[in-house]
């Protein structure tokens, strides 16, 4: 069992940055790929950006890509995504999630990732 916690969500206004957090269990966070997820209001679920077990290899949306920085301390098991530049169309529950098959690789897809943490809400102001 995994269990994956986010942190670091808020209110900020555009232009500004967050970075957010995410907890993990288990004993071998070292091996799983990790991704956030986002979902905003009447809309599903998309993806934001995710990382190799290493984070030597990263993947990102287009609507992010330049603006936020996945990576990730093994040690602590915890991934990180920085969050610069926001825009009001950031403003989601973004979630974390954990790939824990063997030879995870960087996904976009959202079912390839058995554990999800509970989300943590940012908000960007106009």
């Known amino acids: 069992q995994v269990q994956l916690v986010e942190s670091g969500g808020g209110l900020v206004q555009a232009g500004g940055s967050l970075r957010l957090s995410c907890a993990a269990s288990?004993?071998?966070?070292?091996?799983?790929?990790m991704g956030w997820f986002r979902q905003a209001p009447g809309n599903e679920r998309e993806f934001v950006a995710a990382?190799?077990?290493?984070?030597?290899?990263?993947y990102y949306a287009d609507s992010v890509k330049g603006r936020f920085t996945i990576s990730r301390d093994n040690a602590k098991k915890t991934v990180y995504l920085q969050m610069n530049s926001l825009k009001p169309e950031d403003t989601a529950i973004y979630y974390c999630?954990?790939?824990?098959?063997?030879?995870?690789?960087?996904?976009?897809?959202?079912?390839?990732?058995?554990?999800w943490g509970q989300g943590t809400q940012v908000t960007v102001s106009s």
């Open positions: 999630a954990a790939d824990i098959s063997v030879l995870a690789v960087v996904s976009p897809e959202a079912r390839a990732y058995e554990y």
């Open positions: 288990g004993r071998t966070f070292s091996s799983y790929a």
């Open positions: 990382l190799n077990w290493s984070g030597r290899n990263t």
